[in-house]
């Protein structure tokens, strides 16, 4: 039953078995055909150059590109990826040819395709999405950079030096100096400058394979005297079960684990790259493992190299026109025909052509800027990358990653560990309001000890209210921190109060100040130090507010600002009570000019009527909102415990000034009342008596017959913190978030 409910269990066939239905179809057979033989002219000499650079012989990689291109294709997770030796992994692999050899390398391959298997089984493929970016990037320039040096000697005419380290191959260098090959670095320069100039010449021409043929007939027809490629397979080799090394087995799994990881994650970031390609359906990374896994298993039963899904080969595939997987696979076909029939050919080409392949790809992957771009905009990413990137160079790959995640990591714990700190002296009053933004943990309980520098100068008598709404996380040392301030602050005679804190955090309080701190020093609002007769000023609160108001949204909501400083564009006119719970803006999480709002004693809309002497504020807000404005929706929302609702309900004429005692009266008039109605019941009512009368407004009528406009009716109760949405059909209000939106909210939160 496992394997019907998970298809990764039988290698995903079930979900590929439409695809391959496809593939076996005329439908896009042209398209495949093309694409498939144009990035056969790209693969040739790609796989050749970079069999090159991981110390195989280069007949290895075109039998590699062979076999991966056919297994991949078909049970790989990116329809139009194409796999092969790639060139990210050839210094690696060169590493390890030269410590281990090329059968341990054959060997590592098989495990390496083992280890992929079994992950895209586990579903494990999603992992990859936690590598940070500039991680990727560092170790794709530091590749760039290990194999620019490194194909200096074949540059020169040169025999590389055994020890493939940077260091070694520019000491290697400064020994042979006198020995250069003038004619091949003639050859690697040609090959490099068609490589580039090709394409400003004719820009849907690949020109790898046409640089590399150029460069191979000048050679042959003016007998230069260069090193070339030699003897390659005429054909593929017998199938055999890989050599196990003789090498202790942790090595061998340590670094078959290495390249398990960079394949893997050299596959996946390529499957993102096509992805954004093509904009069609997302590739199934576990799906992908399962292909890449079968295909270095595949491909090492042949005696090749570890493969991955390869940016350069799948970009041409897609931009040459492939619709199916059969490209990669007719891409295949057309390497091994190369194979049978141009293998001594293939044998003349100069080894300087296919060093300037690989300095050609070395400068692609050596994005400086890239690099720049990051400096410019996110310092610490920059940082990231360049921790990465010399690391690389200078001790060696697995190094320099394991370097950039843990300088990310570090990173995102400083940002983490942040807290932004706001004071504000008010001339109104002689309060120091002061909020922290942020986490207050054991990285960060120093910018308690700035409060504590800021309050030397307060002298006795002074309050502070410290405003903890905006702290995201809390440990026992940031709480011991603010209970020290406390204490410091009732040494001075300052009288120190705490508001906006999360019910999460107060057990914290209770560890670091006793079971009566809270008590002692919590407020609910800051209107509370009113009955305490502290001194506490209602305009300087309204200051406060501004100041940190202007500070959070001067930089982060700029773009916003500057768009509605130019012209309002709301959606929904709000039609709601001034009750000073109600704030339209926190209750649907809207931003400045997405609300056109009406308030009034009531949320009342007096009905319209056409001899009317005396215009009515709602019927200007209502007629400018409709006219003016790009409305599209009306909330009419009253609330629970209304006050104008109950002046209805327990009316005493006499008591009310002369206006409100009129206004409450049109409220009124269009109410009915029961004994058994509670004023709640009552607040409903109201709410649908506004609805029926915007309805009588002829602009109204006008864009409701349109289709252009709907009217919601609203009531929320702030003891269940829930809106209550008028369901015109059922003829009764419902939670506008039901049960199972609750539960959902509440996983994801948990989740979060």
Known sequence: MNFLKNPNLLLGIPRLIPEWKTMLSAKYLTNDIFAGIAVAFVAIPLSLAIALASGVAPGVGLITAIVAGIVCAIFGGTPLAVSGPAAAMSILLADTVEKFGVEALVFMCLLTGLMQLISGMAGLGKLSRYVPLPVVAG????????????QLPRAFGLEPPLESHIIGVLNHLKLYFNQINGKCLLLVVLTIGMIRGLPRIFPRMQPVLPAVVVVSALAYFFNLNVPMIGTIPHSLPSMHFPTMPSMPWGELLLSSFTIYVLASLETLLSSSAIDKLTNEKKHDSDQELIGQGLGNIV???????????????????????AKTRRSSIIHSIGVLLAVFACAPLIEKIPVAALAGVLFSIAFSMINYKEFHELWITARTEALIYAIT?????????????????IAAALIVLFKAAQTRLHISKSPHDSMTRLSLTGSLTFLSTGKIALLQKELETVGSGHTVLLDLSRLDNLDTSGASAIVDLANDCREKGIQFHITGLARRFESLFKIAGGETFIDDHYLISEHELRTKKLGESSYGQLVDGFYRFYEERKTNDRRLFDYIAKAQNPHTLFITCSDS??????????????????????????PYDPAETICHSEFAGLEFSLSALDITDIVVCGHANCGAIRACQHYQPNTLPPKLNQWINLIRSQLSFDESNKTNQIARMNILNQIENLKTYPLVQQKLSAGKLKIHGWFFNFDQNMIYEWDSQQKKFKPLIGREEQSALLSSFNVL
């Open 139 to 150: 170790f794709t320039a530091g590749i760039g950079a290990i194999i620019l040096v490194g």
């Open 299 to 321: 491909v090492s039963l042949f005696s090749g190299i570890p493969i991955t899904g390869v940016i350069a080969r799948s970009a041409t595939n897609v931009r040459a026109g």
């Open 389 to 405: 990137f010399f690391t690389i160079i200078s001790v060696d790959l697995i190094a320099g990653v394991k370097a950039g995640i």
């Open 581 to 606: 719970r109600i704030v339209p803006s926190a209750m649907t999480s809207s931003n400045p000019g997405d609300l056109f709002i009406i308030r009034n004693v009531g949320n009342y809309i007096p």
